[in-house]
């Protein structure tokens, strides 16, 4: 639609003459007789004019939209995903001719918030942001001063609860639409898309044709007469039903309910006994031709299940332990049958294949078979044990289930205690006798009778500081060997732990190993860099002597200076008086700065490190870091004592 209220803007003035004709070319008048113009020929219509006599149109947009000053007095409609609309700067529209009184509606038809942003600092209803959610609209209109914008609340374009008030003059609740009575004691007639009620909809009086679908829930029908699929309703002889639901709040008698399948699917019986598969013989039954399976699902939402299956061959029963007693009873055979199976006590205790015995309320047990049972204390602490026993129960004391012999073993206390007891009889009180005991010291106690070892073959050693020894070593593990002669590895190997036992005797060899070490390189300025593909030093160390040997590489160097430093031996060297421990010894080397006598290495005292010096004609050690430049190459071959 063509609109006017850009000629204004754009300086054209209209005559009245031209200004019909473009009335009649162009535009919808709102009132073809009466147009307000400003005072004498030619005068430009304001905005408030123009709105007065034309049709301003409504602009859509599906996406984010910077609203501009051409945009006055339009209504936009916005229908897209968490879309923005941006107000222009208040103060640019204010300084544009004739936008004094600009505003704009907005529309948000979307499921999702429409945004309305501003421009610069100004304040859209006091705020920085306005929202509108989905059919709601509102006016934005920019105050005198440029500097903010009100907001007038519009229509909501969506359904519309009406209760009351009225519709182009007339009273709703009590009187007509169209004519038809609304509220009023005899209902109209209508015709709709959706018919919807909070309270009660009822059809009285009259009948429903047509076909009702989707109809929800529906809690109460009364159906007089009539028939389904044929069948007459109401008679004397009950007419066959197919149904999805069938929901009755009396009871439901039935010979049988039939799925159509080739036999009946699922009988209720007079007596009230369901049978699903067959006639039933028991209050719930299931039957299917080879392996049965009944499944009880967790929601969707989750992935627990619970699964019964049995096959065609095999009868296993669920029941109560028994008549009196409580308890559940699992086995295989009939509900009547005498095999016994996984039986758990109202108390919570467990039988395989036997009843259990009345045990102590602070005691869980598992009783196996006739005479076998793991018990131990309910609760968690100190001073709680787990019993494995022979022949014994507790019930608050430890007494025989058969009249026989009886023996226990526990575990106590960090220990190992094993009993046994003489023949009594059953459910009477036992006596234990102790007959080992392992302590938690890693010792072992035996009790006051006769132990008896057999024959044992010891090579070596001594007992009670009495030698053993024979022709043939024996393999054996001692906190200390002693041997006045030879002692021979035939083996071949000699194994020292990871971690030295160190030894302050002078003729105790109490270490040996082998591995490699990273080291790296320093100066007392400046800084060396190391190939780490030439960082490490091998090793051996033989009881508190150290043998080292490699070859390091520089990589790079930043103004070294003095002592050249190599850092990170694998053990601590030795620190003696009077320089006992120093290891001195020549440094081979290739590719230095300059020419020298030659380089050596020291190892001081208490530390891991190598301090390298150069020979000069005097005698006297000069720094060597100054002549170490990248590429060089440094080899060692030298041993230290170390401080273990």
Known sequence: MYKFTRLAKFGLTLYMSAFITAIAMFANVADATTITTRTGKGAALTHAELETNFFIGTLAKTADYTLTEPDNRDTVEFNGSSLTATLPDAATIIAATDTGDYQVTLINLAATALTVARTGTDTINGGTSYSLGQYESATFKVNAAGTS?????????????????????????????????????????????????????????????????????????????????????????????????????????????????????????????????????????????????????APTSQSGSVEFSVNNTVDYTIRDQTATSGGLNIAPGSATSATEGLKISSDGNYGFNVVPEAWASTLTAAQLGGNGAIWGDTTAGSGKAIMMTQNAYNDGANKYISTAEASIYQQYAGSHIFGIAASGTADTAISWTTTLVGNNDGSWDFGSGTVTIPTTDINGGAIDGTAIGGSTAAAGAFTTL???????????????????????????????????????????????????????????????????????????????????????????????????????????????????????????????????????????????????????????????????
């Open 149 to 297: 914008w009100n907001v007038t609340a519009g229509k909501i374009y969506s359904a519309i609860d009406i209760n009351g008030g009225t519709i182009d003059g007339t009273t709703i609740g009590n009187s007509a639409i169209d004519g038809t009575a609304i509220g009023s004691s005899t209902p109209a007639a209508g015709a709709f898309t959706t018919l919807s009620a909070t309270g009660a909809s009822t059809l009285a009086g009259g009948s429903s044709s047509g076909t009702w679908s989707n109809l929800g829930t529906v809690t109460t029908v009364d159906i007089n007469g009539g028939t389904i699929d044929g069948a007459a309703i109401g008679g004397a002889t009950p007419a066959a039903v197919t149904a999805t639901t069938l929901d009755a709040t009396g009871a439901f008698t039935s010979l049988g309910i039939d799925d159509n399948a080739a036999s009946t699917a699922v009988t209720i019986d007079s007596g009230g006994q369901v049978g699903i598969g067959k006639a039933p013989t028991r209050e719930f039954e299931v039957y299917g031709a080879g392996n049965v399976y009944m499944k009880i699902d």
């Open 482 to 644: 002693s041997a006045s002669g030879t002692i021979s590895a035939n083996g071949g190997q000699i194994a020292f732990p990871a971690t030295q036992n160190a030894s302050a005797n002078a003729n105790t060899f109490d270490d040996y190993e082998e591995g490699t070490t990273a080291v790296t390189l320093s100066a007392n300025s400046g800084t060396i860099t190391i190939d780490t593909s030439y960082d490490t030093l091998s090793h051996t160390k033989i009881g508190n002597r150290v043998f080292v040997e490699g070859e390091l590489r520089v990589s790079s160097v930043s103004s070294p200076t003095g002592v050249l430093f190599v850092n990170g031996l694998p053990y601590t060297a030795a620190s003696t008086s009077e320089g006992a421990n120093l290891a001195g010894f020549s440094v081979e080397y290739y590719g230095i700065n300059a020419a020298t006598l030659g380089l050596y290495g020291l190892v001081g005292n208490g530390g891991t490190t190598i301090s390298v010096y150069e020979r000069d004609t005097t005698g006297t050690g000069v720094a060597a870091a100054d002549n170490i430049i990248a590429g060089s190459r440094l080899y060692f071959n030298f041993h230290y004592r170390a401080a273990n």
